[in-house]
């Protein structure tokens, strides 16, 4: 899967698979060589095969990072209407699965921008109790550079994918 000109089509299956799980898991490595994933859910995708993440409460991402900041991202379309009509069909209308390999960034303080995006996405969760606590003061993010996009195959399937 060519990273660049399937970007647009790499954004929205990101956000179909945020809109049905809530989050992506982000492998690292640590200094032992031990991988390790981590659940995000605040990473979003901009138009240039970069993105970021809020950097609230991850502790172990950032210590790998130190060592190895190679990571690989994975979204998965977990709706289950997605699922039921691609058994039934027995064929993916859309990847179930993207792997997208990159570098992190450094830490840094959020744009005003950011911080409209991640509220944006959170709106229809702000009257519930736990949301102050998860996404209220998020000031730092990450930026992620992606190198690599791959497609989850799942043989029969997704061959006409």
């Known amino acids: 899967m060519n990273i660049k000109s399937n970007w647009s089509d790499i954004k929205i299956h990101f956000s179909k ?4 799980s ?10 032992d060589n031990n991988p390790t994933t981590t ?19 991850p502790t172990k991402l950032p210590n790998h990072s130190k060592s190895n900041n190679k990571i690989c991202v994975l979204g998965v379309n977990s709706s289950k ?25 450094e830490r ?5 921008i950011e911080t409209s995006r991640l509220n944006r996405r959170m709106r229809r969760m ?8 998860l996404w209220a003061e998020m000031e730092f993010v990450r930026e992620i550079n992606f190198t690599k996009a791959e497609k989850i195959n799942i043989g029969k399937m997704t061959e006409q994918l």
Do not use: C
């Open 17 to 20: 698979s945020f809109s049905s």
């Open 39 to 57: 659940p995000i859910g605040s990473l979003f995708l901009n138009n240039d095969q970069t993105g970021f993440y809020f950097e609230k409460f």
């Open 126 to 133: 702000s009257g519930l109790k736990g949301h102050k606590y």
């Open 22 to 31: 809530l989050h992506v898991s982000i492998a690292s490595v640590d200094s």
């Open 108 to 112: 840094r303080k959020a744009s005003k």
């Open 81 to 105: 209407w997605f699922w039921m009509k691609s058994l039934f069909k027995e064929k993916f209308p859309d990847f179930p699965a993207i792997k997208l390999y990159g570098e992190l960034g």
